[in-house]
T-cell receptor, first 114, second 113 residues
Framework: NAGVTQTPKFQVLKTGQSMTLQCAQD?????MSWYRQDPGMGLRLIHY???????DQGEVPNGYNVSRSTTEDFPLRLLSAAPSQTSVYFC?????????????FGSGTRLTVV | AQSVSQHNHHVILSEAASLELGCNYS??????LFWYVQYPGQHLQLLLK??????LVKGIKGFEAEFIKSKFSFNLRKPSVQWSDTAEYFC???????????FGTGTQLKVEL
């Protein structure tokens, strides 16, 4: 049982480049979400999804796009990377968004934009 | 908007000392409360959660937390810390039966031998 798998683990981008951070879960969880973690700021919610075909914005959505075509996958797209998007990105999933069973987090993607 | 405050940003303790990390939230209605831990270089793991019932919640690795509604608090405690408890600890909240998990800024705990 792999849980939540994030790829890549590390990435360096040049300003203006685009890329997709991948997130996949094999637990049949309906709820998935993306966070970014910055020193001294904790984790901030970027986007979330309560099921296939349904997404919504979190606290810091600007500069990021998401889609949810399947239950298993929830990719995060950076359309035009900026240095301010340098961060560690975590994907999380849960049976429901209310967290009754806790959220399962992936191991993270460390992104540097130069 | 909901928010979570963690007052202690850095805590240094000796092994066997007692631990209490503060957490306050700002929301007047129903809350679901969580403590997560992040060991160096690892992802977040759930320590414990409170949804309803007994306000004293016991979690993994000897941690517990007490929900005090009148103080909007959910402080994390451990009677005797170990070197292996060195990690960053995050308080988090979901309000009003919603589906957005909001984190505090975290507390870095260092336990010295």
């Amino acid at each position: 049982n792999a849980g939540v798998t994030q790829t890549p683990k590390f990435q360096v981008l040049k300003t203006g480049q685009s890329m997709t951070l991948q997130c996949a879960q094999d637990m049949n969880h309906e709820y998935m979400s993306w966070y970014r973690q910055d020193p001294g700021m904790g984790l901030r919610l970027i986007h979330y999804s309560v099921g296939a075909g349904i997404t919504d914005q979190g606290e810091v959505p600007n500069g990021y796009n998401v889609s949810r075509s399947t239950t298993e996958d929830f990719p995060l797209r950076l359309l035009s990377a900026a240095p301010s998007q340098t961060s560690v990105y975590f994907c999380a999933s849960s049976p429901t968004g209310q967290g009754l069973y806790g959220y399962t987090f992936g191991s993270g993607t460390r992104l540097t934009v130069v | 908007a909901q928010s979570v405050s963690q007052h202690n940003h850095h805590v240094i303790l000796s092994e066997a000392a007692s631990l209490e990390l503060g957490c306050n939230y700002s929301y007047g209605g129903t809350v679901n409360l969580f403590w997560y831990v992040q060991y160096p270089g690892q992802h977040l793991q759930l320590l414990l959660k409170y949804f309803s019932g007994d306000p004293l919640v016991k979690g993994i690795k000897g941690f517990e937390a007490e929900f005090i509604k009148s103080k909007f608090s959910f402080n994390l405690r451990k009677p005797s810390v170990q070197w292996s408890d060195t990690a960053e600890y995050f308080c988090a909240v979901i309000t009003g039966g919603g589906n957005k998990l909001t984190f505090g800024t975290g507390t870095q705990l260092k336990v010295e031998l």
